[in-house]
């Protein structure tokens, strides 16, 4: 089974906005600027960026598992002979969204709590937020080893 989708941050934009206007009025502040015009500044400098990091693709495929952000970058690509294992779990929210370590791996995430977390073989993991975990189980079926074990949180995702 072949799987591909992408995720959006749901409140994403609307976050942005408020991070634009926050610095505006923290340069209004400190050099006594035009609020408007520092927003705008920081938009054109920062929002591509940001844009960027509000989708997050996942594709997999005979032999890998690909995610990406926004336009192709940053992007990760795990070839599924070094996965042991695959498994829903929910992330900590302190975990955040993005690219993140936690003990023992990485999580990318854009969005959400839920993530199919990858064991590999070097013995560390890889989480991969989705909100869609069963499906992307389901494309990993027959590839990796998946199960069904508890989450992080100790109880199976919502």
Do not use: C
């Not at 023992?104 to 073989?121: K, R, Y």
């Amino acid at each position: 089974m072949e799987y591909r989708h992408t995720q959006y941050a749901r409140l994403g934009w609307w976050l942005i906005a408020a991070a634009l206007v926050a610095a505006g009025l923290a340069v209004e502040a400190l050099f006594d600027g035009p609020v408007l015009l520092a927003a705008a500044a920081i938009a054109v400098v920062a929002g591509p960026f940001i844009a960027a990091l509000s989708r997050l693709t996942v594709d997999v495929d005979e032999s890998s598992l690909r995610a990406w952000y926004g336009w192709g970058w940053p992007r990760k690509t795990l070839h599924l002979s070094a996965a042991q294992s695959a498994r829903a779990v929910r992330n900590r929210w302190w975990y955040g969204f993005g690219i993140f370590w936690m003990p023992h791996g990485t999580v990318w995430n854009v969005w959400g709590l839920e993530a199919i977390e990858i064991g590999l073989a070097s013995g560390r993991v890889l989480r991969v937020g989705t909100d869609e975990p069963e499906a992307l189980l389901a494309a990993l079926q027959g590839r990796v080893p998946v199960s069904q074990a508890a989450s992080d949180e100790g109880q199976p995702p919502t």
